[in-house]
């Protein structure tokens, strides 16, 4: 393991991005037992989100978004996986290659968490 690699959990990817706070990562355990990474978003989770938002109930989607969205749009979804982790702050939590919910930070210091089990 090279050092700049110290601290990364295992087969996790390298960042180029410089600013990546790394030290966010973590992995929990969940109420039944399992276990999930919880780290901050990055732009190559743009295909597991759209699959995430898909996979949603009609319902889920409309409580979310007050209008029917088979689809996030590409810039919603560029918007939503390209945040500067300063201002904009977004983690998802992984498991099963799956993501089971995103919560968007703003600069108005908002807080906006959305959690979503995928069974």
């Known amino acids: 393991m090279a050092d700049d690699d110290a601290g990364r959990p295992p087969g996790a990817p390298a960042h180029a ?3 990546y706070p790394l030290h ?3 992995d929990v355990v969940l109420r039944d037992g399992g276990t999930a990474h919880v780290r901050p978003i990055r732009p190559d989770d743009a295909d597991a989100l ?3 938002h898909v996979g949603q ?3 889920s989607t409309y409580l979310r ?3 029917p ?3 996030l749009p590409e810039a919603e979804l560029h918007r939503l996986t390209h945040v500067d982790h300063h201002d904009r702050v977004a983690l998802v939590a992984v498991a ?3 993501v089971l919910f995103r919560g968007p930070r703003r600069e108005d ?3 906006d968490l959305e959690l979503e089990l995928v069974s």
Do not use: I, K, M, Y
Request: glycine share 4%.
């Open 17 to 19: 991005d410089p600013g």
């Open 24 to 26: 966010w990562e973590a």
């Open 50 to 52: 759209q699959a995430f």
């Open 57 to 59: 109930s009609a319902r």
């Open 65 to 67: 978004f007050f209008a």
């Open 69 to 71: 969205l088979e689809r």
């Open 96 to 98: 099963f290659a799956f």
């Open 109 to 111: 210091d908002v807080l």
